[in-house]
């Protein structure tokens, strides 16, 4: 099992910053990648970004890039999501996901865990 805790999420201006935290405990040691999700009242979740534990490889939705970066810590298995230039429409409430193995982005299917989320609200 592997639990993962989310923090860093809030009320910010558009244009503003927010960095997210999240951190695996438990049998990490099998971590193939680690990345963040999102999800907007009535829609459905969508892929933000991912990072390749081995390597360091990311890749992020297109609706995201040039704005948000993700990173690792491997000694803490913490990945984090820097988000730069936020607007409105990037409210949500941001979910990390853990991946044991898969493709390269792993589907959304190839995620094993979940964290319970963290709003992320973006006031115009």
């Known amino acids: 099992q592997v639990q993962l805790v989310e923090s860093g999420g809030g009320l910010v201006q558009a244009g503003g910053s927010l960095r997210l935290s999240c951190a695996a405990s438990g049998r990490t040691f099998s971590t193939y990648a680690m990345g963040w999700f999102r999800q907007a009242p009535g829609l459905e979740r969508e892929f933000v970004a991912v990072?390749?534990?081995?390597?360091?490889?990311?890749y992020s939705a297109d609706s995201v890039k040039g704005r948000f970066t993700i990173s690792r810590d491997n000694a803490k298995t913490t990945v984090y999501l820097q988000m730069n230039s936020l607007k409105p429409e990037d409210t949500a409430v941001y979910y990390c996901a853990y991946s044991r193995g898969g493709r390269w982005p792993p589907t959304i299917y190839e995620y094993d865990y979940w964290g319970q989320g963290t709003q992320v609200t973006v006031s115009s």
């Open positions: 990072i390749k534990w081995r390597g360091g490889s990311t």
